[in-house]
């Protein structure tokens, strides 16, 4: 499987499917992506991105499902703590501590909670965090579903920063961390080798920044 960061909280896992997660990235379009599968953490615009024009089967929570589905969206709904297979990939959706509504919608369009998504495909399995704050049961995510990679949130102010998400590496134990979410904007500015030198020195997890666009090869 190959997975690309391709900025912000989008990422694109590249095997027997392609999986879309989180469809924004500032200033650009990700229709190029052509995925089979787009699955959305939460209802933030800079996480719902294009995920109505992109028109693809989507993953989502109950309630953002079911405004996807008014849409004309085909949907694949579920709730946090259960997995769906959907064309042989594997979705389990994890808690998020985070709030969450539809902001294309208007103002106060309930979307349910914020998410994060475990996804197993080809062997491989990857977490993608949402946006959250740190929380202890990220223990319960590592033990029970050894995901081989992590996407932990660093920019800080509306999520983790580099303090907390070194403490969620430590709990999920993924051999890989990759850090997401920051950059974007001034307000949620931090610095990745500062997280890599931080997180590599004292533990044996591995840290891989990546550049917005830039891939990188898991598993078999
Ligand atoms: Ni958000
Ligand atoms: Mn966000």
Same mark, same amino acid.
């Given at each position: 499987m #190959? &997975?690309?960061? &391709? @900025? /912000?909280?989008?990422? &694109? &896992?590249?095997?027997? =499917?392609?999986?879309?997660?989180?469809?924004?990235?500032?200033? @650009?379009?990700? #229709?190029?992506?052509?995925?089979?599968?787009?699955?959305?953490? /939460?209802? /933030?615009?800079? /996480? $719902?991105?294009?995920?109505v024009a992109l028109n693809r089967k989507t993953v989502a929570i109950t309630e953002i499902a079911r405004y996807l589905k008014a849409k004309g969206l085909t949907v694949e709904s579920l709730n946090i703590g259960?997995?769906?297979?959907?064309? @042989?990939v594997s979705f389990t959706m994890t808690a998020a501590v985070h709030s969450s509504a539809i902001e294309e919608a208007g103002p106060g369009f309930s979307a349910g909670a914020a998410a994060g998504f475990v996804i197993g495909m080809d062997g491989v399995k990857v977490y993608h965090a949402g946006d959250t704050a740190l929380f202890s049961d990220m223990k319960l995510i590592g033990e029970l579903y050894h995901p081989d990679i992590a996407l932990l949130p660093i920019g800080?102010?509306?999520? $983790?920063?580099? %303090?907390?998400? $070194? $403490? %969620? %590496?430590?709990?999920? @134990? %993924? =051999?890989?961390?990759?850090p997401i979410h920051y950059n974007t904007w001034d307000r949620i500015t931090a610095d990745p080798q500062q997280f890599k030198r931080a997180i590599?020195?004292?533990?044996?997890? =591995?840290? #891989?920044?990546l550049k917005p666009g830039e891939s990188m090869q898991t598993g078999s």
């Open positions: #190959q &997975l690309t960061w &391709l @900025g /912000h909280s989008c990422v &694109l &896992l590249t095997g027997s =499917k392609k999986v879309l997660i989180d469809p924004f990235i500032e200033g @650009g379009s990700v #229709q190029g992506t052509n995925p089979d599968i787009v699955a959305v953490t /939460h209802g /933030h615009a800079d /996480h $719902m991105g294009e995920t259960g997995t769906i297979i959907v064309d @042989g800080g102010r509306f999520t $983790m920063g580099i %303090a907390e998400a $070194m $403490m %969620a %590496a430590n709990f999920i @134990g %993924a =051999k890989t961390v990759i590599e020195r004292t533990t044996d997890i =591995k840290v #891989q920044v």
